[in-house]
C-alpha cells in the first residue's frame, strides 16, 4: 500500500472492546511489531488504565504511547489514546460491569468519529454480550444492532470476509425459531442489492456473482421439506436476476459447500447465523474478519470473541485482527477508487 506524506495516512480508531478479554492484547501485540508505521496512524478509544494494566501483563513496558484529547492532535509513528471514558478495577481474563461500561463508551466515541470522518477505519475489538448489553442504557446486543439503531437510514449487512469465501447475513444474532420471521421477499430483495452493491464498491468485483442458501434441509426439496425457497427466495432471486444481477439459488446449504460451488461465486447469502459461519470458519480459520456493508465509513472487526481461556497465553492469534486492519484499509482504498470513478469531479 502506497501513501504520500506521513501527515496523509489514514487514521485508525480501534474502540478497545472488554478490557478483561482477549482484544487489548491482540491490540497491542499488533502494534508493538514493525511495519504499520508507515501505512496508517492508529487512534485507541479506551481508558488509561486498560492501556497500563495490559502493558504490565504482557511485559511490554517499552511501549509507548500518546495522550490525546482531540484526533486533530494524532501524531503518526505513535499509538496515540483518546480516552473516552472514566477507568475502573477489571480483572484481565474475566468479565466485569466495568469492562462493560468502557466496551460501550470505546464503541459509541468511535463510531461518532468515524461518522464525523475524523477517522478513516474503525477495527472493533471483541465485546463480552453479557456486560455490553444494558437493558436500560444499551439495549443492542451487538455492534451490527447498534450500527442499526443510530443510523436507521443506512442499510446494513454484516458481511465474513476470508480468502476463499465471502458471506453475507440475513439474519444475524436472531434466535433460530425467529428467523423465519424474517425472511420476507421485500427484505431478502434488499439485503442482495446490498451485498452486490459492496462487491462492486468495497471489493472492486464489476459483476458480481451471488449464491443463496435455502433455509429449509435440501432447500425445501421442491416443497417436501419447506415452502419458504418457492415461496419467498425464489421470486426475490427472480426479480433480480431480471435486473441484470447474476444470483443463484436457492441452493441446498450442505451440498453447496461439500461440492465447493462456493468457489464458483463472489459472495454467498445465508439465512441465519450459524448457517454461514460454521462454513465460513472452517475455511477461513483465523485468517477471516468481519465487516459491515451499508455504512458511510468502513468498519471491520475480528472474527472470533473475547476468549477469555487464552488470555495471556501463546495461542492467542493475531491474524484476524491482522486482516481486519489491512483488509480494512484495502476496503477503504477501493471504496476511494470507486468513488472517484463513479462521481468524479466535475
Not at 24 to 51: K, M
Not at 178 to 192: G, I, R, Y
Request: hydrophobic content about 40%; aromatic content about 8%; glycine content about 10%.
Amino acid at each position: 500500500m502506497e501513501n504520500g506524506s506521513l501527515d496523509e495516512l489514514p487514521r485508525v480508531g480501534f474502540s478497545i472492546g472488554e478490557p478483561g478479554g482477549i482484544g487489548p492484547q491482540l491490540l497491542l501485540s499488533f502494534l508493538e511489531r514493525e511495519g504499520w508505521q508507515e501505512h496508517f496512524i492508529p487512534i485507541v478509544f479506551a481508558h488509561r488504565r486498560v492501556i497500563e494494566r495490559w502493558r504490565s501483563f504482557l511485559g511490554l513496558s517499552s511501549l509507548r504511547y500518546h495522550a490525546i484529547r482531540h484526533i486533530k492532535n494524532a501524531q503518526p509513528q505513535h499509538i496515540n489514546l483518546l480516552e473516552c471514558t472514566e477507568g475502573g478495577e477489571f480483572t484481565i481474563g474475566h468479565r466485569s460491569e466495568v469492562g462493560g461500561r468502557i466496551a460501550r463508551a470505546a464503541l459509541q466515541e468511535g463510531v461518532r468519529a468515524a461518522s464525523a470522518g475524523e477517522i478513516d477505519l474503525l477495527v472493533t475489538l471483541p465485546v463480552d454480550k453479557s456486560t455490553f448489553y444494558s437493558e436500560k442504557t444499551f439495549p443492542y446486543r451487538g455492534h451490527t444492532a447498534y450500527f442499526r439503531a443510530i443510523f436507521p437510514q443506512a442499510n446494513i449487512l454484516m458481511m465474513m470476509i476470508g480468502e476463499k469465501l465471502r458471506v453475507g447475513l440475513l439474519t444475524e444474532h436472531v434466535p433460530l425459531c425467529e428467523v423465519k420471521a424474517h425472511l420476507v421477499t421485500e427484505k431478502v430483495k434488499e439485503v442482495l442489492r446490498i451485498f452486490h452493491s459492496s462487491l462492486v464498491m468495497d471489493f472492486a468485483i464489476p459483476t458480481p456473482r451471488i449464491g443463496v442458501l435455502g433455509l429449509n434441509p435440501h432447500a425445501g426439496d421442491g416443497g417436501v421439506i419447506g415452502n419458504e425457497e418457492l415461496e419467498l427466495l425464489a421470486p426475490a432471486i427472480e426479480a433480480l436476476t431480471q435486473e441484470g444481477m447474476m444470483i443463484g439459488g436457492p441452493f441446498s446449504p450442505d451440498g453447496f459447500f461439500a461440492s465447493h460451488q462456493y468457489e464458483k461465486v463472489d459472495g454467498v447469502l445465508a439465512m441465519y447465523h450459524d448457517q454461514g459461519l460454521i462454513p465460513f470458519k472452517l475455511l477461513a480459520g483465523w485468517e477471516g474478519f468481519q465487516f459491515t456493508a451499508g455504512l458511510d465509513f468502513v468498519r471491520t472487526a475480528p472474527d472470533h470473541g473475547v476468549a477469555y481461556d487464552i488470555v495471556g497465553k501463546e495461542e492467542a492469534d493475531i491474524s484476524s485482527l491482522s486482516a481486519a486492519i489491512w483488509e480494512g484499509l484495502g476496503i477503504l482504498r477501493r471504496r476511494k477508487n470507486w468513488k472517484e470513478i463513479a462521481h468524479p469531479p466535475s
